[in-house]
């Protein structure tokens, strides 16, 4: 039986902001999440104050292996300068910013806090192909990866499964590839 859970109280997104996307060999992580929140406060039509946030919440899975630095929501809040207020860093590999947002929905909802801070950033591009494979397969689950069914495999069966229920071809998924890759930087 499946019930239905109502959240506390509604929730809204009152701001959005991003970071280009791109190589950029002069900026890091801590870069990308500050540029990403300032697009944001400049997008809520009333103005958004620093000291209204009450937490924050990082969605970031794989900073500790690229860039060698590990608790990322205390180190992102600092950049901000949102100390000593709560900083969460959410880590669930490709879902790991959905996750942030998840639970910063919840925080809310709950009652627990009225405005969170919810981001996410990934450093990858300074990284060779093998490191970030290497990286990503951090990852899999331990059998899964030692009988060949890694992040690629995974997504490949998923594509496979998909072209079977839907009558997708090859074409029309890289023709998602090419518009992704068209409109990025």
């Known amino acids: 039986m499946t019930?239905?859970?109502?959240?506390?109280?509604?929730?809204?997104?009152?701001?959005?902001?991003?970071?280009?996307?791109?190589?950029?060999?002069?900026?890091?992580?801590?870069?990308?999440?500050?540029?990403?929140?300032?697009n944001m406060t400049d997008s809520v039509d009333k103005g958004l104050a620093p000291d209204d946030i009450d937490a924050l919440y990082v969605g970031n899975f794989s900073n500790d292996f690229f860039v060698h630095q590990a608790h990322w929501g205390p180190i992102i809040a600092d950049v901000l300068g949102?100390?000593?207020?709560?900083?969460?860093?959410?880590?669930?590999?490709?879902?790991?910013?959905?996750?942030a947002f998840r639970e910063g929905v919840f925080?809310?909802?709950?009652?627990?806090y009225d405005i969170v801070l919810v981001g996410g950033v990934e450093e990858m591009s300074k990284r060779?192909?093998?490191?970030?494979?290497?990286?990503?397969?951090?990852?899999?689950?331990?059998?899964?990866?030692?009988?060949?069914?890694?992040?690629?495999?995974?997504?490949?069966?998923?594509?496979?499964a998909y072209f079977d229920r839907y009558g997708a071809t090859r074409e029309s998924l890289m023709n998602v590839t090419i518009?992704?890759?068209n409109n990025a930087a």
């Not at 109502?6 to 009152?14: P, S």
């Not at 280009?20 to 300032?38: I, Q, Y």
């Open 3 to 38: 019930h239905k859970r109502r959240l506390g109280r509604g929730v809204c997104v009152v701001g959005v902001g991003m970071s280009r996307f791109g190589m950029f060999t002069e900026r890091d992580s801590k870069d990308l999440f500050v540029e990403a929140f300032h």
């Open 82 to 99: 949102h100390v000593p207020k709560p900083a969460t860093r959410t880590e669930g590999a490709c879902a790991s910013s959905a996750l």
């Open 179 to 181: 518009k992704s890759h």
């Open 128 to 160: 060779t192909t093998a490191e970030v494979a290497e990286g990503l397969a951090l990852a899999t689950v331990p059998y899964e990866g030692r009988a060949g069914f890694t992040f690629p495999g995974v997504f490949g069966a998923v594509a496979t």
């Open 107 to 112: 925080s809310i909802a709950s009652g627990f």
